[in-house]
């Protein structure tokens, strides 16, 4: 497999303008997209369309070249919020069979796939801990990625509305869909998809998890999981990242864990681990959060009290500044909203290079 990666400045949602000139000139083959990742310059809420606008502005063009069919197959990875000094921008992943004889090293490789849609009270449950953990498992071994060589593994999940409450035909009233708001519900829609991702690469025991650790037991996590959660799908798309000595990429990806919102030294290691300078960086893909104690190295923060902000968005611009420096670029991806991804308070750090 060979898997190429460009990072593309966006003007607004629905600008396209890069992408178009990339194809034009060759540069990408839309035959070969695989996956999309964007920041999106919107709340990064439940209310913030727009994720779905610039999906539905990708499906559509795309969907010229490939057909509505294969446009549908891609990974759209949107998530919304670039507070502070974060750009919008879109992460184009290709890939295609290698040509013969090409030598292999160990170098990028990826796995895609979509689950099922799931039903309101699915949402944040066990259920879907086991449907991601499945499918991130599918994706891993259709990739040829040893599962210690995976770093980073991107899922967007879905939410819970209000309208979703009132069509719910499952009266269970303990159902995460029942007892919390919509805004609680993506954090729950998170932290199940993160623990999927720890069940299947052994971080954690299924038969160790209870419904009741969900969002609560933050010992428990993974160290690759990204997820991010929209209102625009009602199902979980998957992006699996790693290394195998079978690809011919130019690219490879490292990843690291930040203990907490300012830990510049994790952002370097996970370069340093892809055996590059932190100059052949394509990008960085990070998770924030505000620490739920209220403490970040040892000092109160006000993130959580902010009725005027919301604490995920805070948490982006923080993260965000701190990635930023290190790379000299504030054109990184930073998600809000770290539910067991990532010890309580830091988050999963990624960095994907151009290799020499």
Same mark, same amino acid.
């Given at each position: =497999?060979?898997?190429?990666?460009?990072?593309?400045?966006?003007?607004?949602?629905?600008?396209?303008?890069?992408?178009?000139?990339?194809?034009?000139?060759?540069?990408?083959?839309?035959?070969?997209?695989?996956?999309?990742?964007?920041?999106?310059?919107?709340?990064?809420?439940?209310?913030?369309?727009?994720?779905?606008?610039?999906?539905?502005?990708?499906?559509?063009?795309?969907?010229?070249?490939?057909?509505?069919?294969?446009?549908?197959? *891609?990974?759209?990875?949107?998530?919304?919020?670039?507070?502070?000094?974060? !750009?919008?921008?879109?992460? *184009?992943?290709?890939?295609?069979?290698?040509?013969?004889?090409?030598?292999?090293?160990?170098?990028?490789?990826?796995?895609?796939?979509?689950?099922?849609?799931?039903?309101?009270?699915?949402?944040?449950?066990?259920?879907?801990?086991?449907?991601?953990?499945?499918?991130?498992?599918?994706? *891993?071994?259709?990739?040829?990625?040893?599962?210690?060589?995976?770093? $980073?593994?991107?899922?967007?999940?879905?939410?819970?509305?209000?309208?979703?409450?009132?069509?719910?035909?499952?009266?269970?009233?303990?159902?995460?869909?029942?007892?919390?708001?919509?805004?609680?519900? =993506?954090?729950?829609?998170?932290?199940?998809?993160?623990?999927?991702?720890?069940?299947?690469?052994?971080?954690?025991?299924?038969?160790?998890?209870?419904?009741?650790?969900?969002?609560?037991?933050?010992?428990?996590?993974?160290?690759?999981?990204?997820?991010?959660?929209?209102?625009?799908?009602?199902?979980?798309?998957?992006?699996?990242?790693?290394?195998?000595?079978?690809?011919?990429?130019? $690219?490879?990806?490292?990843?690291?864990?930040?203990?907490?919102?300012?830990?510049?030294?994790?952002?370097?290691?996970? *370069?340093?681990?892809?055996?590059?300078?932190?100059?052949?960086? @394509?990008?960085?893909?990070?998770?924030?959060?505000?620490?739920?104690?209220?403490?970040?190295?040892?000092?109160?923060?006000? =993130? =959580?009290?902010?009725?005027?902000?919301?604490?995920?968005?805070?948490?982006?611009?923080?993260?965000?500044?701190?990635?930023?420096?290190?790379?000299?670029?504030?054109?990184?991806? @930073?998600?809000?909203?770290?539910?067991?991804?990532?010890? !309580?308070?830091?988050?999963? @750090?990624?960095?994907?290079?151009?290799?020499?």
């Amino acid at each position: =497999m060979k898997v190429d990666v460009y990072k593309l400045p966006q003007n607004s949602p629905d600008d396209l303008t890069s992408l178009e000139a990339a194809i034009a000139s060759g540069k990408i083959n839309p035959q070969h997209i695989v996956a999309i990742m964007g920041k999106t310059e919107g709340n990064g809420c439940v209310n913030d369309f727009t994720r779905g606008f610039a999906v539905q502005t990708l499906k559509h063009y795309l969907a010229n070249f490939v057909g509505q069919d294969k446009s549908a197959e *891609i990974v759209y990875v949107m998530s919304g919020g670039t507070e502070g000094a974060l !750009s919008p921008h879109l992460t *184009i992943f290709t890939s295609q069979a290698s040509l013969p004889d090409t030598p292999t090293r160990m170098a990028l490789t990826l796995g895609v796939i979509h689950t099922r849609d799931f039903t309101p009270a699915e949402i944040g449950s066990l259920t879907m801990v086991k449907e991601v953990a499945l499918a991130v498992n599918q994706a *891993i071994a259709t990739a040829g990625i040893a599962k210690e060589d995976v770093h $980073f593994v991107q899922i967007k999940c879905p939410l819970v509305t209000s309208r979703d409450r009132l069509l719910d035909e499952d009266r269970d009233a303990k159902s995460v869909s029942k007892s919390v708001s919509s805004y609680q519900s =993506m954090g729950y829609s998170r932290g199940a998809s993160a623990l999927g991702v720890a069940v299947a690469l052994g971080e954690v025991q299924l038969e160790d998890l209870t419904a009741a650790d969900i969002c609560q037991n933050y010992a428990l996590y993974s160290s690759v999981a990204s997820t991010s959660a929209g209102v625009e799908l009602r199902n979980c798309e998957i992006l699996v990242l790693g290394n195998a000595p079978t690809s011919t990429s130019n $690219f490879v990806i490292g990843h690291s864990v930040m203990q907490h919102a300012l830990d510049a030294e994790a952002v370097t290691k996970a *370069i340093a681990s892809t055996g590059q300078t932190s100059d052949r960086v @394509v990008n960085i893909f990070a998770k924030a959060e505000a620490d739920p104690t209220g403490q970040l190295l040892g000092r109160r923060h006000t =993130m =959580m009290d902010d009725s005027d902000i919301n604490h995920t968005r805070m948490a982006r611009a923080v993260v965000g500044a701190v990635v930023a420096s290190i790379v000299q670029d504030p054109m990184v991806y @930073v998600s809000g909203g770290a539910e067991h991804q990532g010890p !309580s308070g830091g988050g999963a @750090v990624a960095a994907i290079a151009r290799l020499d």
